[in-house]
Structures are given as C-alpha cells and as structure tokens.
C-alpha cells in the first residue's frame, strides 16, 4: 500500500510559477510509475503528466507540454510538478497517483492508476 500526499498549490497569477509535490509512504513507490492528473469543477479528471519509476522516461497531455515539468526523487519518495507560464484554464485540484502494475508509463487512463492523494488546490487568477 502506497500513501500519497499532494502539497504546493495556491492562488497565483496568470503567467506565474509553482511547484507541487507528492510524497510518498511506502518504498514501492520507487517502482511505479507516478501520474499527475487535475480535475476542474464541472470537469472530468484529466491526466497531466507521468513519469517511469527511474525519471528516464515522462509524458505529457499537449496542453502541458513545454510549460510543465515533472520530476520524481525516490530517495525522498517525492514527485513533482513544476508549472511554469500558468493560465486560468489550468485552474483545478490537481492529483498525484500511482500505478503499481507498471514501472514504466504505460497508460493515461484515469481508472488504471491504483493509488491517489487527496489533492491541492491550483488557482490561477486572470
């Protein structure tokens, strides 16, 4: 069983930075592969980005690549998010979430990943 707990979002403005975080418990964690996914109100969730368990391999929705950026250190059991140049649409709660059948980015589907944290909050104002 691998616990997740997202942490760093907030209120910025638009074209501004931040930087969110997952931690981990549990040293599986190492070996899956990490998916950040978001889901606004009204909205569906929607993945983000995903890493393999080594951080040699990432994948990212369209609409995020080039602004974001995702990172994993399994010494601190810790994946991150670093959103650059942010809009109103990326609004949302953003998630973190684990896939424990693979150790390598094989799926963006939603129901595939088995671990999720309860989510941090982005707002980006106009």
């Known amino acids: 069983q691998v616990q997740l707990v997202e942490s760093g979002g907030g209120l910025v403005q638009a074209g501004g930075s931040l930087r969110l975080s997952c931690a981990a418990s549990?040293?599986?964690?190492?070996?899956?592969?990490l998916g950040w996914f978001r889901q606004a109100p009204g909205k569906e969730r929607e993945f983000v980005a995903a890493?393999?368990?080594?951080?040699?391999?990432?994948y990212y929705a369209d609409s995020m690549r080039g602004r974001f950026t995702i990172s994993r250190d399994n010494a601190k059991l810790t994946v991150y998010l670093q959103m650059n140049s942010l809009k109103p649409e990326d609004t949302a709660v953003y998630y973190c979430a684990a896939d424990r059948h693979s150790d390598y980015i094989t799926t963006t589907d939603v129901d595939e990943y088995d671990y999720w944290g309860q989510g941090t909050q982005v707002t980006v104002s106009s």
């Open positions: 549990g040293r599986a964690f190492s070996y899956y592969a």
């Open positions: 890493i393999s368990w080594s951080g040699g391999q990432t």
